[in-house]
């Protein structure tokens, strides 16, 4: 049940709406090409990177044994528990009508997925999701893949840049999502090498 903001929280977004509007306009129209508009709706997709999702498990699991698996488990307890706390919780107690829905900007926008759910825009599931997934792997990963483990962050930012890119959120519910997720990846990361260790190639 989605529960009414209070007036100071109406206020704060009536502030910050003029800023994620000028962005997010900018960033679907005058930072756009062809090739972002052919190439982005597709980065947000997960079956895209079911392949990385793939390597990651063959990789572990062969190089780091009982341990890969129990870091198998801490990336499902992340990608679970980030969608919990946006999706069910945030979102279910704060309402920010999504760019899409906005009767004044929506008819604005360019859009290019089949895709505007009735749900709160705050926070970004997405860029809560996948900042949490590529701060855990960060920490989990890095001490065997060096600074390579930075691609991470790349590859979170370019998912939750698509979000804005296509319309369906605002750069705060961008921003805040990305904050939430890297608490939430380094918890579990810090719980993972409390409870199970580090990851080391023997």
């Excluded at 009536?14 to 982005?40: G, R």
Aim: aromatic share 16%; glycine share 6%; charged share 10%.
């Amino acid at each position: 049940m989605i529960v009414n903001p209070p007036a100071c929280l109406l206020t704060f977004w009536q502030l910050i709406q003029p800023v994620d509007t000028w962005l997010i306009t900018h960033i679907n129209q005058d930072w756009s090409n062809s090739f972002l508009d052919t190439v982005l709706p597709f980065v947000r997709e997960t079956l895209t990177w079911v392949p990385l999702y793939l390597f990651l498990l063959l990789f572990v699991t062969t190089n780091f044994g009982i341990k890969g698996w129990w870091w198998v488990m801490g990336v499902v307890l992340c990608a679970a528990g980030s969608d919990l706390i946006s999706s069910q919780l945030i979102k279910q107690t704060i309402w920010r009508t999504r760019p899409c829905r906005d009767e004044v900007l929506g008819p604005q926008l360019r859009f290019f997925i089949n895709y505007c759910p009735g749900s709160s825009s705050f926070t970004s599931s997405h860029a809560t999701n996948h900042f949490a997934q590529a701060t855990f792997f960060f920490a989990t990963l890095r001490p065997v893949m060096g600074k390579w483990a930075n691609l991470f962050f790349v590859w979170a930012f370019i998912i939750a840049y698509t979000q804005v890119y296509v319309g369906v959120h605002y750069p705060f519910d961008v921003f805040c999502g990305a904050l939430l997720g890297c608490g939430i990846g380094l918890v579990l990361s810090k719980l993972f090498h409390k409870r199970i260790g580090m990851l080391t190639v023997s």
